[in-house]
């Protein structure tokens, strides 16, 4: 989440909002300092243990929701657990912005860093945000938990938050959370910030007819669910110890996932162990609200305290409320036993030790808490924040014009459309305040380049196109700016179509008339290209997404030539008939009849398919000869035996290969390794990411050599009951999209569950 919901109730306010941020217990002076909360060498859970212990039931039950009074009485100031950060501070409930914290770096979407196709990146980016969230936190600006990433899966093209998400592989999301997780969070034992893995689980709609997030009841087969919809969600719990995960509005076959104790308990915390840490789960804004029975939800219970019993019984500890004019009363369903005293303990124990874990009861010397203003806002962040758009940039289509140098003969630039020269646009959804912003204008301009500038349409269906005209005529080089924005795509609000606008499709035909050379720079998320690829002056295509605070200046660096672009799409681009041919309801991800599928796996008739991205050289890549053509199964699990209980994450041995640059710029270069092959059961999907790398500045004429690493889970296929499974068989790894290089190698023996799932009951 979260927004306030659009459904308009009389505001009435019960709960006073807590402003501001930290404010830290006072473990030298205050009421609790001879609690063992207070004790920085007791282990995490007993130090939380002696916290609750110390709370009678009125104060556990004030702070179940997001808007904590906290506990007077014991030092414990208000908490605010609903703070953003999905691609910087952002602003929001939690989140207090002025003085010297008026600005923080705002990166692109994750869209767009999922097209960077490069984990350390995404790692340094968590590292940035997480230490500028913890220096506004340290200042009272804060607090210590954020409701980042959405690793939701981007199922459908309609979706009005994909942008949020790192594209619609499952793989592809798992190693981003992995990645962001480990930047957010720090790997010691004490949490710079809480990172809050959303929405969980087959969260990836707003609305759909009378269909909305708040009762869309999803089904999805075990197979989807374990294969697809939950991944990135293991990847979390399991593999990064995330300290909390949100439950999502939707219901999954027909229980909502706030009140599913099979999500939250039978998977989340008992099968992937995330039981150990006792991390807590927090609900999606009003989620419970809408369990219960609020108009326009689920109807799932009959009374908002039947709702709230129905989260907190099945594993929800903390709910957000931010339905005006409704408060929870956790306390009267506590008395009418709609949960129990051992679940209110449990859910403040759990919510005690995320905060403990994050040391707010470590004093003032303790780990992080020096950051504070001259963290925020660093050259260093400011570079990555550059870096990180300009690895995200897809070419999508070049006919030799870009890079384009513009100087002497070409000195004059018309830039047109509708974000040339508005800033805001490039950051989308959950955004902060940057230090400054550089649309593509401004920065064309820094660079002593001539504009011309014209704004263009957006959604109009007409425009006139007169100073546009004149703007090009003027020119040798036409750059129009288009796409879509969020105000188009954004939360609580779905698309139904996904053609390019039609009024900047004209402007377009009309510029390339003139004879001119015409780049086209798209931003936001899916739109089909198709109309542009039959105009023929029509001559280079990027897409940039929501490339950030520096997205002009990537952009412009891009089309000049000062930087290589080597971005893959993180998303199928579909035909605008997609959108009759599948239901935006349809979760199945494999075709059937008339149903064409989802996403690169099973759908073919892509415009752009998925990891598709152009350079400005050429690369010949080959696969080293040493690379074993046989493995045993029984082998490659006894080499893993004790080293990993899980087997999905025993390693498969890395796949040497070797990257030249055979043109003359020099660029980074993804590689990108799917697997293909008909093993274990059908149908078979088209081919499957298994391992990536990106490789950087490969110098022309240079080779790299690299090796690519996987895990079996890369190998295995999941069965119809959602086991993750390793079958005998025959694999290719092929490279690149479209392939250029592969490598075909057997397993043999029997097949081996590597991952047994816990099936629905
Ligand atoms: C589950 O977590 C506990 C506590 O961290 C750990 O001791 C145990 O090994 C974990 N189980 C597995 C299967 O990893
Ligand atoms: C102008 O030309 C110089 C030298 O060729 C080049 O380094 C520079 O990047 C060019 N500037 C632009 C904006 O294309
Ligand atoms: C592997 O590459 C070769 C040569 O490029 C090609 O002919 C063959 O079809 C590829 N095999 C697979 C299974 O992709």
Known sequence: MASLRSVALTFVAIVAPVMGGVTYPDCANGPLRSN????????????????????????????????SPGVSRL??????????????????RGITWGGQFSAATQFPQAITTGAAFDDALIERMGVVISTEARAFANNGRAHLDFWTPNVNPFRDPRWGRGHETPGEDAFRNKKWAEAFIKGMQGTGPTHRVIATCKHYAAYDLENSGSTTRFNFNAKVSTQDLAEYYLPPFQQCARDSKVGSIMCSYNAVNGVPACASSYLMDTILRKHWNWTDQNQYIVSDCDAVYYLGNANGGHRYKSSYAAAIGAALEAGCDNMCWAT??????????????????????KAMLRQMQGLVRAGYFDGPNSLYRNLGAADVNTN?????????????????KNDGVLPVSLNGSNSQVAMIGFWANTADKMLGGYSGSPPFKHDPVTAARSMGITVNYVNGPLTQSSADTSAAVSAAQKSSVIIFFGGIDNTVEKESQDRTSISWPSGQLSMIQRLAGLGKPVIVVRMGTHVDDTPLLSVSNVKAILWAGYPGQDGGTAVMNIITGKTSPAGRLPVTVYPSAYTNQAPYTNMAL??????????????????????HGLHYTTFHVAVDDSFPKTFSIADLLASCKGAAYYLDL??????????????SRASDYVALGFLAGEYGPGPYPIKTL??????????PGQTQTTQLEWKLESLARVDQDGNRVLYP???????DQPMIANVTFTLTGEETVLDKWPQPS
């Open 324 to 345: 005006s004019g409704t408060t929870p009363d956790a306390a009267s369903a506590f008395n009418s036993r709609h949960f129990s005293q051992a679940t209110l303990d």
């Open 650 to 663: 025993c390693p498969f041995p890395s796949v040497p290969i070797t990257v030249a640059n055979t043109g």
């Open 590 to 611: 494999r075709p059937s009849g008339s149903y064409p599928g989802r996403t690169y796996r099973w759908y073919r008739n892509t415009v752009f398919p998925f990891g």
């Open 380 to 396: 260093i962040a400011r570079d990555l924040a550059l870096k990180a758009a300009e690895e995200g940039i897809v070419l999508l």
């Open 729 to 735: 068989g025959t694999y290719t790894l092929q490279l």
């Open 75 to 92: 030092g414990l100031s208000p908490y605010q657990w609903w703070n953003e950060a999905l691609h910087g501070v952002a602003h929001n």
């Open 690 to 699: 298994a391992t990536y790398k990106r490789l950087f500045d490969v110098q």
């Open 36 to 67: 063992l909360v207070c004790d920085t060498s007791a282990a995490p859970e007993a130090r939380a243990a002696a916290l609750v212990g110390a709370m009678n039931n009125n104060e556990k039950l004030a702070n179940l929701i997001n808007n």
